[in-house]
């Protein structure tokens, strides 16, 4: 089992841009969907954004044009590029592969995330 570890948060003024990163433990090249989620205080764990291990990206539509997501399986990495950050994606950020494309159902598992918090 790929542990997965998140970083690259931190604060930032609106309309600023951050860039989240997802290290592995293993080897990423045989997950065949791995995505970002993220989660505030009292609400559900939401997605939003995934990436097929052919490059084929699909985005929440709170965040389409200003996210984007990609992987470097020869880093078995994964990022997220935020630009244009709004209020409201402040929010707890985590990884984790994809198990159903069509639904982006995760594991019930996840790691400490990382914490963006976008405010002036």
């Given amino acids: 089992q790929v542990q997965l570890v998140e970083s690259?948060?931190?604060?930032?003024?609106?309309?600023?841009?951050?860039?989240l990163s997802c290290a592995a433990s293993g080897s990423i090249s045989r997950i065949a969907a791995i995505g970002w989620y993220r989660q505030t205080p009292g609400?559900?764990?939401e997605f939003v954004a995934a990436i097929a291990n052919i490059g084929?990206?699909?985005y929440a539509s709170s965040v389409k044009g200003r996210f984007t997501?990609?992987?470097?399986n020869a880093k078995n990495t994964l990022f997220l590029q935020m630009n244009s950050l709004k209020p409201e994606d402040t929010a707890v950020y985590y990884c984790n592969v994809i198990l159903d494309w069509k639904s982006k159902a995760a594991?019930?598992?996840?790691?400490?995330g990382t914490q963006v918090t976008v405010s002036s």
């Fill in 56 to 58: 084929v990206p699909d």
């Fill in 69 to 72: 997501i990609s992987r470097d």
């Fill in 43 to 45: 609400k559900q764990r």
């Fill in 107 to 112: 594991p019930n598992y996840w790691g400490q």
């Fill in 8 to 19: 690259g948060g931190g604060l930032v003024q609106p309309g600023g841009s951050l860039r």
